[in-house]
């Protein structure tokens, strides 16, 4: 930001001797006027073999956005077609992507006297394929009974962008009604899929042991506890409520993403958790639990909001339903984890169609459901618990302060997103609400339309407040709290680097993501890694995926990659890059820098 590169290419008169160079550059710095200005550069260069200098990564990072020309394997258009008569044309761009497209733009140029408009987006085809349309101004006929210039065949230059990726291509416009045959992935076998689904259903069990999962094991535990010495039948249903309620949300995940593909937006694992107004809600409900541990939900309420705010003591028929909201609770917290499997399975979904997303969502939520499905069918599990008793009572107060501790967590994620005095006042709602439940427990019958009253504008001013703290712009930067010199996430200068002899360490990460976390405290900022990392010919980029950024969604789907944690090395052995497990080991991390290095020693960061 407020930089420009400026490359020139010289050739010494003398090759071999030292050179001096000398630069008088005039030069106007423009507000509302222009103020000149001038400048005197000196450069002095010796003589000796060819080495790379420290300016080496900032200039190939710079003419790394430079549009290349014509079409690269990552970026190309595919056809300029005009639709219209001449002096009433529109022309649509049809281009292809080797990643997904990412907020894509074209800039036309044509013969002299025609104007084009911005481009529109008008879809995305598979996430490949974008088609755009711009309108077009024809020259100024000179008198009277001229006909307009048709543009069909005329050559079009073309500068294409996809987030940080732009080429330059021209092509000659033709006439329109073509038909594009829409892109597809390439096909899989009956096996593969079958291999697939397979490592859905186990993604989504080992999910149940990361720590998303854990706030919801309270709930878990205490309908396992809370079943000690019932009937089988009873016990059996109320399980499978519960496994329902998990394969169902996990429908509704794969409807949103289908529906988000449809609309040419992005999709991916756990992207809910950008949203300032989703981080309230869910702290909100997460509180609402506490509460119902805690037994401050006695008040009865009409139909469906009874059901959600009703507690473990609640008949059999309202019971039904709460552990089916508490299944598909469970899948709300267990999305901002990443689990071994997971990645891979929801990075295939996405890249195909609706079928494919839905078969491997449900085999994601059979997987998360396993462990309610093998209580369903040895209740025997369960039964043989002691019977429920005051220590319940205890019970129910300690695991209601896990979940006030996870509404804490989501305010504090809020902070990052929202700023700090929106997460302050989600804080000081949540408080306030507990508060007016317990004195609504302690005086139910007389103070019932008061609370319910100050509990609706609470719940008005948790919703509208998100967008008001809203911060502008996503901005990645370095950690502050971290033992590494972290870089900005620049994946352009990635190339230029490796080029360069040295190796790229790009840790994707997010403050919602609790793997990611995990990652970092355990492995990354471990003594080993961290002195690897701050090495001098390795250079550690943080990727920062808090809140919505398309160009690290448009990275992440270069490796087909939908969700995090998401780390990779690129280096002089390694230029495509080495992705790593989403559960990092400091084996893993280390080999992969070993790897993916040249073992040079290359001085500049």
């Known amino acids: 930001k407020n930089e420009v590169v400026l490359p020139l290419t010289l050739a010494p008169f003398e090759p071999g001797k030292p050179v001096s160079l000398r630069v008088k550059m005039p030069y106007l710095t423009c507000a509302d006027i222009c103020v000149p200005y001038q400048a005197e550069l000196t450069l002095d260069l010796p003589a000796g073999p060819e080495t790379t200098s420290l300016e080496a990564g900032l200039i190939e990072q710079y003419a790394a956005q430079v549009p290349k020309k014509g079409a690269d394997a990552a970026l190309s258009v595919a056809a300029a077609e005009i639709d219209g008569k001449p002096g009433r044309q529109t022309v649509r761009i049809v281009a292809n992507a080797a990643t997904q497209f990412s907020n894509p733009d074209v800039l036309i140029e044509g013969p002299p006297g025609f104007l084009f408009g911005k481009a529109r987006l008008k879809k995305i085809d598979q996430g490949v394929r974008a088609v755009m349309v711009a309108t077009v101004t024809a020259p100024r006929l000179k008198k009277q009974g001229d006909t307009p210039t048709d543009l069909v065949g005329s050559p079009l230059t073309l500068t294409m962008i996809n987030g940080r990726q732009a080429i330059e291509q021209t092509i000659a416009a033709r006439q329109g009604q073509v038909m594009v045959p829409p892109a597809t992935a390439p096909p899989v076998s009956a096996l593969a899929f079958l291999s697939i689904l397979g490592l859905a259903v186990l993604g989504g069990l080992i999910l149940n042991l990361m720590p998303c999962v854990l706030p919801v094991l309270s709930l878990k535990l205490l309908s396992v506890v809370g079943h000690g010495g019932s009937n089988p039948g009873p016990v059996r249903k109320g399980f499978l409520a519960s496994a329902a309620g998990i394969v169902v949300s996990f429908l509704v995940l794969g409807t949103a993403a289908v529906a988000?593909?449809?609309?040419?937006?992005?999709?991916?694992?756990?992207?809910?958790?950008?949203?300032?107004?989703?981080?309230?809600?869910?702290?909100?409900?997460?509180?609402?639990?506490?509460?119902?541990?805690?037994?401050?939900?006695?008040?009865?309420?009409?139909?469906?909001?009874?059901?959600?705010?009703?507690?473990?003591?609640?008949?059999?028929?309202?019971?039904?339903?709460?552990?089916?909201?508490?299944?598909?609770?469970?899948?709300?917290?267990?999305?901002?984890?990443?689990?071994?499997?997971?990645?891979?399975?929801?990075?295939?979904?996405?890249?195909?169609?609706?079928?494919?997303?839905?078969?491997?969502?449900?085999?994601?939520?059979?997987?998360?459901?396993?462990?309610?499905?093998?209580?369903?069918?040895?209740p025997s599990l369960a039964t043989r618990l002691p019977r429920p008793g005051p220590w319940m009572v205890t019970l129910r107060r300690i695991l209601g302060l896990a979940l006030v501790a996870t509404a804490l967590w989501l305010l504090t994620v809020l902070d990052p997103q929202a700023g700090r005095a929106s997460a302050l006042l989600g804080g000081g709602l949540i408080v306030i609400f507990l508060v007016i439940l317990a004195f609504g427990h302690l005086k139910p019958t007389a103070s019932?339309?008061?609370?319910?009253?100050?509990?609706?504008?609470?719940?008005?001013?948790?919703?509208?407040?998100?967008?008001?703290?809203?911060?502008?712009?996503?901005?990645?930067?370095?950690?502050?709290?971290?033992?590494?010199?972290?870089?900005?996430?620049?994946?352009?200068?990635?190339?230029?680097?490796?080029?360069?002899?040295?190796?790229?360490?790009?840790?994707?990460?997010?403050?919602?993501?609790?793997?990611?976390?995990?990652?970092?405290?355990?492995?990354?900022?471990?003594?080993?890694?961290?002195?690897?990392?701050?090495?001098?010919?390795?250079?550690?980029?943080?990727?920062?995926?808090?809140?919505?950024?398309?160009?690290?969604?448009?990275?992440?789907?270069?490796?087909?990659?939908?969700?995090?944690?998401?780390?990779?090395?690129?280096?002089?052995?390694?230029?495509?890059?080495?992705?790593?497990?989403?559960?990092?080991?400091?084996?893993?991390?280390?080999?992969?820098?070993?790897?993916?290095?040249?073992?040079?020693?290359?001085?500049?960061?």
């Not at 009253?453 to 948790?462: D, E, F, N, R």
């Not at 492995?523 to 398309?550: E, F, H, Q, Y």
């Not at 944690?565 to 497990?581: C, E, H, R, T, W």
Request: proline residues 6%; hydrophobic residues 50%; aromatic residues 10%.
């Open 260 to 378: 988000l593909k449809a609309g040419g937006h992005a999709a991916g694992w756990g992207i809910q958790f950008q949203h300032p107004l989703f981080l309230t809600i869910t702290a909100t409900i997460v509180a609402l639990f506490a509460a119902n541990l805690w037994g401050l939900f006695e008040i009865r309420l009409p139909g469906v909001v009874a059901e959600v705010a009703a507690g473990a003591g609640q008949d059999h028929r309202n019971g039904l339903s709460k552990h089916f909201l508490t299944g598909a609770f469970a899948t709300l917290l267990a999305t901002p984890c990443s689990a071994p499997f997971l990645g891979t399975a929801v990075g295939f979904a996405l890249a195909r169609g609706p079928a494919e997303i839905y078969a491997i969502f449900t085999a994601l939520g059979i997987g998360l459901a396993l462990p309610y499905l093998l209580i369903a069918a040895v």
């Open 448 to 605: 019932r339309p008061i609370i319910w009253g100050c509990v609706t504008v609470i719940a008005l001013l948790g919703i509208a407040m998100p967008p008001h703290f809203a911060r502008e712009g996503n901005a990645t930067v370095a950690d502050t709290n971290s033992v590494i010199r972290w870089k900005p996430f620049a994946p352009e200068a990635i190339a230029g680097h490796v080029a360069a002899g040295r190796t790229v360490f790009v840790d994707v990460t997010a403050d919602w993501c609790v793997t990611c976390k995990v990652n970092k405290a355990l492995v990354i900022d471990s003594d080993r890694v961290s002195a690897r990392l701050n090495a001098g010919n390795i250079i550690a980029m943080k990727a920062d995926w808090t809140r919505p950024d398309p160009v690290i969604t448009a990275f992440l789907q270069r490796f087909s990659r939908y969700g995090i944690p998401f780390d990779v090395v690129f280096g002089p052995k390694s230029p495509d890059g080495i992705v790593l497990p989403e559960l990092l080991t400091k084996n893993a991390v280390l080999g992969a820098l070993d790897k993916a290095s040249d073992g040079r020693a290359v001085a500049g960061r």
